[in-house]
């Protein structure tokens, strides 16, 4: 046993969730991301559900989607996933470079229409888009009528909450 | 009650008094009022001073377009210069200031200006000061800027907030008065998202001030109705108080709101402006139309007034606009404010028409009537006291104290025209009407130049009712009733010209242009719209010529004798009212300027002390200052001699990294780097070059093979994103073929560079790899684990610095305590942090080239990289143009090393290199210092530089040229490599 202890600092570490009227802020847990890289004219991945039960799939682009969870996948577990996917795609894992947050309650769209171009109005759940958020990138995914979840690069994710904490001030 | 103000009537209320300031001096209004409305009801007629003349001036209109009451609100940071009083809401405890004006508004010195105007006109600026011509800087500028002039700009920060929003919607409709609110109702009620954005405090347009009932009901009333009705709608979003000020491709809207301009202290969660981008499926202006000022000699003097804004002040505001009231028409709209001022007790004196026809059916009134004439000038001061009207027979003077004018009415279409569309001429309505067949956009109403109520209602319905149907909403197209008591403004007779004008006839007034100057300006050659323009600056400053355009346009082609339509108009641009800096600017500023990007090391170089620097929007740690040490350079010293002595630790996670994997990833990188990937074993590093198209370099770096079909690839941090776009469009448009698949894993990754002699033995305390030189040489890499299994990550032996050195990845949430980890394994070993300072000392002593020497004009073999250039691949980027002449041409540049002659004297990068006798000039520039510090191990400064022919001058004395502060520093070219050239150091 090393004598070394290591520990893991999440990105947000601190932000305790935000609760305003009609909308709330929230870091997900940094659990599992992984990035499921098949070939472009791959429209679904048949077998993932069968290996990654806990997982749940965001499309990111043509043949790309993030599978995502609240709890870490061992890396044993990680390893054996890849290799039984190896047919369908290849695994990035990107469990620690990006970042969960969840936008949720009636006034969520009005939230983030002061960041995204992208008409949340019409956008139906489980369908997700790559857009900007002010001047930071974000994979957003509409995951139930209120909810929106954020996806962001790790190394921007502190601003993009003091964005959103901004942005959601209205409702305070 | 204020001495203008009706006992009743308007929709002020009277029950809620509000008090504010005018320069000073403290008077009263109502809740409803505009700051314009409260002035008047207390008989303020005087309110600014003119640009050019400082001539006295009043309120001219009621809304967007004034020109004239332009004043300062607010104190300290809140202070806004050129608000319009016509739009501005009163509230508690406003203050104005009156502007342009010193000592005051009633006695003011720059009035002289007004003697001078025999020598001010148009144009004067041009024929004035041409002479010295050093003083037009020093003097005049300064000078005339301070003499003419609008207000002036806090210097003290807005408390305040902002923000932008994006909205999308169905149908935008663009102002929300009769029509409309009838083509909102109408799309709305089909199911369209509708957005209505308007600009005043309250909607409703004309229908506030109209008389006129509608189905029996009041307008106003009716207005009322018909919100209630949208607000009800879940489909249709209300945007009061938003001035729709350009449109932009994509059918996107630019609009501000004024969130809390109308209160005294804004909320603080709430912004004071929101700027909005409206993306429209289709856009409706329901702008109504600009009511015409006539050009007749004193048509500024403070109580001239457009008619529609008196009636506006009359019926909405509940203000009289004076005891003893004259209107000169050219159309039937002056006889409905004859009406209403009757109706309201303060009978009309006079209506002059200039044309030659009975009063409109709709007129029972019983004012003095005087047809085919014409108010040739207005008198007065501080404020109106007479007119003289001309007929056919003669003049008449008649003492007046408020004077009404309608010279007819500009549909309001300069959104319409924001695209590159130009206004039309219509001969039938004298005026301009947008262009036709524009997509995306339509007009109704008073803006689509169709005229009364009645008619926009019906116009409004039915545009909306079509509009909703061609998105695919099913709708009846709604009816109101019957208008009753309405007054329409046709049919109006066009007056440019009034002859017998003795006075200063102004067409625009926010400029001071007045009808001679436009005379002169075509007399002088100047009759082009778009150069009298420029020459008399008509139509220009804040309100853009929104009242006089038409009118100069008209007079230009009276004066060249053609018609206005080939006259044609000057170019409509956004905006369409001034918009603040702080909406355009949002919420970008002070800590929300910019994003801030966080290693995952951040919190741990924090903790050492680092001093951070912003690289693009990382924030690197600079160096790590220690107790005792007086300035950066001691630091970097020690860091740089500790890393080549025990060893350093430096945070590099900012490096790009792209993992790249699929069947034909090696074929890909072969194809992207000059040099040969195609055979890289697993388990190994490469040092790779990747070329632009045009043979020259793009970026550097290392790439892995982790797998047979896996790679990770570093970049430089400044290229990160571009090399991940140039591999996406080099997979995804070049090579479509080939199975790669790209994933840009920078922010995965917390990435140590643990450098210098003890690297090994102290990464062995807590890798679990083997790490001797033989499991593990120069430029392996691997996937590791590290603690006893506690954490999986990637070591490559690669060094920046030359020395032994490796970089070590670990998922990034474990970046921090394993860096701890690190420092406290290598304690005894004498470990500390470094920076980026002490990391380009590092390389520099090892002449190891960045972005400052790879600067987008240099090819491999201007920095020694000649053998990176593989002539065995059938093809890579960058291949074929890298064998032009002048990419191989001997006279290059080429990377080399300079010294000083004398240790003890410095130079800066950017110097340039002359040769040893040379004169400083630029034709003997033979090449400039690209990079450069002091080294503590050659004992003096260190330079690379890019030198003519640099590669076979080592040993040459140079000047080193430093242009900006005129030193000459005596200097060697030498081998670029200051530091163990024969990378012993590196096998260890």
């Known amino acids: 046993m090393s004598k070394y202890r290591v520990t893991l600092r999440p990105a947000l570490d601190g932000k305790q969730p935000i609760q305003r009227n009609g909308v709330s802020l929230e870091a997900r847990p940094e659990g599992t991301l992984l990035h499921l890289l098949a070939p472009p004219s791959t429209n679904e991945l048949p077998c993932f559900s069968e290996y990654a039960a806990n997982l749940s799939l965001r499309p990111v682009s043509p043949g790309q989607w993030f599978a995502v969870g609240d709890t870490a996948l061992p890396h044993a577990d990680l390893q054996a996933l890849a290799s039984s996917l190896k047919s369908e795609a290849d695994i990035v894992d990107q469990s620690h470079g990006r970042i969960r947050i969840l936008v949720r309650g009636p006034m969520a769209m009005r939230v983030l229409a002061k960041g995204t171009a992208v008409d949340l109005a019409i956008f139906p759940v489980g369908h997700s888009a790559t857009t900007l958020i002010g001047h930071i990138t974000a994979h957003v995914t509409r995951i139930d009528e209120d909810a929106f979840e954020l996806i962001v690069l790790r190394g921007f994710a502190e601003s993009l909450w003091d964005e959103l904490v901004q942005m959601s001030l209205e409702f305070s | ?988």
Request: proline share 5%; glycine share 12%; net charge neutral.
């Open chain 2, 1 to 988: 009650m204020t001495p203008y103000r009706l006992s009743s009537g308007g929709l002020v209320d009277r029950s809620k008094p509000l008090s504010f300031s005018f320069d000073g001096k403290e008077m009263q209004g109502f809740e409803g009022d505009s700051l314009a409305s409260a002035l008047l009801a207390n008989g303020r007629l005087l309110v600014g001073r003119s640009f050019k003349y400082h001539r006295r001036r009043g309120i001219l209109t009621a809304g967007a377009a004034e020109p004239n009451a332009l004043m300062t609100i607010g104190e300290g940071g809140r202070t806004e210069p050129n608000t319009r009083a016509t739009v501005q809401e009163l509230y508690q405890g406003l203050t104005a200031q009156s502007q342009n004006r010193w000592p005051s508004l009633d006695v003011d010195v720059g009035a002289l200006n007004s003697l001078l105007s025999p020598f001010l006109g148009a144009g004067f600026y041009y024929k004035t000061f041409m002479w010295p011509a050093a003083l037009w800087e020093k003097l005049y500028e300064p000078f005339i800027r301070r003499a003419a002039g609008l207000g002036r700009a806090t210097y003290e920060a807005d408390p305040d907030g902002y923000e932008k929003s994006w909205a999308h919607c169905d149908l935008l409709v663009v102002g929300a008065g009769a029509t409309g609110l009838a083509a909102a109702l109408a799309a709305g009620r089909a199911g369209a998202r509708v957005i209505v954005a308007d600009e005043q405090s309250q909607a409703g347009g004309g229908l506030l001030s109209e008389t006129a009932t509608i189905d029996g009901k009041a307008a106003h009333a009716f207005a009322a109705e018909t919100l209630a009705e949208l607000a009800a709608l879940p489909n249709v979003t209300l945007l009061p108080r938003t001035t729709v000020f350009g449109w932009y491709d994509g059918n996107v809207f630019g609009a501000v709101e004024r969130v809390q301009k109308h209160v005294g202290i804004p909320a603080a969660h709430l912004p004071v402006e929101r700027l909005w981008r409206i993306v429209a499926k289709e856009a409706l202006l329901a702008t109504g139309a600009e009511e015409r000022p006539l050009v007749f000699g004193g048509n500024d003097v403070p109580g001239v007034m457009m008619a529609g804004a008196m009636r506006t002040y009359l019926n909405r505001y509940g203000v009289a606009p004076g005891r003893q009231v004259a209107i000169f028409t050219t159309n039937d709209t002056g006889y409905a404010l004859a009406a209403d001022l009757e109706a309201a007790g303060i009978p009309a004196a006079v209506i002059i028409d200039s044309r030659s026809r009975p009063a409109p059916s709709g007129y029972n009134g019983r004012t003095r009537i005087i047809s085919d004439a014409v108010v040739s000038d207005a008198s007065g001061g501080k404020a109106l006291s007479g007119i003289t009207v001309r007929t056919r027979n003669g003049s008449e003077t008649i003492k007046v104290d408020a004077l009404a004018m309608s010279g007819g009415f500009n549909p309001v279409i300069n959104l319409a025209c924001h695209r590159g569309g130009k206004p039309q001429w219509s001969d039938e309505k004298a005026t301009f009407l947008a262009p036709s067949g524009l997509k995306g956009l339509s007009l109704a109403g008073a803006a689509a130049g169709i005229d009364g109520l009645a008619a926009c209602l019906e116009d409004g319905a039915a545009k909306g009712t079509a509009l909703a149907e061609s998105l695919g909403y099913g709708s009846t197209q709604p009816s109101f009733g019957a208008v009753t008591g309405e007054i329409a403004p046709a049919p109006a007779k066009p007056l440019w010209t009034i002859k017998g004008v003795r006075g200063k006839a102004f067409i625009d007034y926010q400029n001071d242009v007045h009808r001679k100057d436009l005379g002169l300006a075509v007399q002088e050659g100047y009759g082009h719209v778009e150069l009298a323009k420029r020459y008399t600056t008509n139509g220009m400053a804040t309100d853009q010529g929104k009242l006089s355009n038409v009118n100069a346009i008209a007079l230009l082609a009276e004066a060249r004798g053609v018609s206005p339509a080939e006259v044609g108009t000057t170019t409509f641009r956004p905006f369409y009212t001034p918009v603040s800096f702080g909406a355009l600017t949002g919420t970008s500023h002070g800590h929300h300027f910019q994003p801030v990007r966080k290693s995952p090391l951040h919190n741990w170089a924090k903790k050492n002390g680092a001093v951070f620097v912003e690289t693009g929007l990382w924030y690197r740690s600079s160096w790590f200052p220690r107790a005792g040490e007086t300035g950066w350079r001691e630091s970097v010293d020690r860091e740089v001699k500790n890393a080549r002595k025990n060893a350093g630790l430096c945070d590099v996670s900012m490096l790009g990294k792209i993992e790249i994997t699929g069947a034909d990833a090696a074929e890909f990188l072969n194809r992207v780097y000059s040099n040969a990937f195609l055979k890289l074993p697993v388990g190994k590093a490469r040092y790779g070059l990747m070329l632009r198209e045009d043979g020259h370099i793009y970026d550097d770096g290392t790439t892995s093979r982790l797998a047979e079909d896996r790679y990770f690839m570093t970049t430089t941090t400044a290229y990160a994103a571009g090399v991940m776009n140039h591999l996406e469009f080099c997979a995804q448009a070049l090579w479509p073929d080939l199975d790669v698949r790209l994933a840009s894993v920078t922010d995965q990754w917390a990435q140590m560079a643990i450098v210098g002699p003890k690297a090994r033995a102290i990464l062995e305390r807590i890798v679990d790899a083997d790490l001797s030189n033989e499991a593990f040489p120069f430029l392996g890499a691997a996937e590791i684990s590290l603690f006893d299994g506690a954490v999986h990550g990637r070591l490559f032996r690669i060094s920046f610095s030359g020395e032994l050195a490796y970089e070590l990845a670990v998922p990034a949430g474990y970046g921090e305590s394993v860096a701890d980890a690190i420092m406290e394994a290598g304690r005894e070993d004498g470990i500390q942090p470094y920076g980026v300072e002490a990391l380009a000392v590092l390389r520099i002593e090892k002449g190891h080239v960045t972005h400052n020497e790879i600067n987008g004009t240099v090819v491999p073999g201007d920095l020694g990289f000649g053998r990176m250039v593989s002539s065995a691949k059938p093809d890579f980027i960058g291949k074929h143009m890298l064998a032009r002449e002048g990419l191989n041409a001997p006279e290059r540049p080429q990377l080399v090393g300079v010294v000083p002659l004398d240790p003890a004297k410095s130079f800066k990068t950017g110097s340039h290199i002359l040769a040893k006798d040379a004169a400083a000039t630029l034709e003997n520039d033979q090449g400039y210092v690209t990079s450069s510090c002091y080294s503590p191990h050659i004992h003096s400064t260190i330079g690379l530089a890019l030198v003519r022919r640099g590669s076979s001058r080592h040993g040459e004395e140079v000047m080193i040229w430093n242009g900006l502060r005129d030193e000459f520093t005596p200097g060697r070219l030498c081998d670029p490599v200051f530091f163990d050239p024969a990378n012993e150091k590196l096998h260890v």
